[in-house]
């Protein structure tokens, strides 16, 4: 079984600042892992994904994270927030099988000040 | 087209209608998925049709019924929904090959409210 764990419910940074949302998983097998943004009354948009090779992935928007297999961590980070990074984000991973299922993280809320 | 469409993207029933939420996807993906969200809750996986076949099944209540036409079509059928059944019903699509992962798409979703 596969799990997802994001500490914390709410990141909150000024404008300018660094983001890192932090995420680690379980998995018994090697996972593929996402990070997906939610903003209001919106579906979720892929962010990055890591499924082999590099262990650091590029995404949209400037973010970017790093596949640590000896911690089991995906964090994201971002150098610097901008007001329309507020929004839901949520770690994700899957197996690699032909039916794979996405488990989520719990998500975290960012909020970006003025 | 790279994206997963769902209508409607609103729907208000009540606790007799029959309704139905439909999701098409035309980017080839041979797996799509039904995910229930609650507020400020994760997405839920309800459903996950492999070449439209019902793969797997969360133990979701039988007044949600799935059906997949064709490759590119999803549909979830409700009937007899309760107050609790509201929620953001999310779509989502994915394909691997043996070298390549594209990972999942996801709809905006229907926002289902049920009175």
């Known amino acids: 079984a596969q799990s997802v764990t994001q500490l914390g419910s709410h990141v909150s940074v000024s404008e300018g600042a660094l983001v890192l949302l932090r995420c680690n998983y379980s998995s018994s097998v090697p996972p593929y892992l996402f990070w997906y943004v939610q903003y209001p009354n919106q579906g979720l948009q892929l962010l990055l994904k890591?499924?082999?090779?590099?262990?650091l992935v590029k995404g949209i928007n400037g973010f970017e994270a790093e596949f640590k297999k000896s911690e089991t961590s995906f964090h994201l980070t971002k150098p610097s927030a901008h007001m329309s990074d507020a929004a839901e984000y949520f770690c994700a991973v899957s197996d690699t099988g032909a039916n794979s299922k996405l488990t989520f993280g719990k998500g975290i809320t960012l909020s970006v000040r003025p | 087209d790279t994206e997963v469409t769902q209508t409607p993207k609103h729907l208000v029933m009540g606790m007799t209608n029959k309704k139905s939420l439909k999701c098409e996807q035309h980017m080839g993906h041979r797996a799509m998925y039904w995910y229930k969200q609650k507020a400020k809750k994760p997405p839920e996986l309800m459903f996950v049709y492999s070449y439209e076949k019902l793969s797997i099944n969360e133990s979701v209540p039988s007044r949600f019924s799935p059906e997949c036409p064709n490759s590119s079509l999803l549909n979830l059928h409700l009937h007899a929904l309760q107050p609790e059944d509201s929620a953001l019903y999310l779509c989502a699509s994915s394909q691997r090959t043996a070298t390549i992962y594209y990972g999942y798409t996801f709809g905006s979703g229907t926002r289902l409210t049920v009175v």
């Open positions: 890591y499924t082999t090779g590099a262990t």
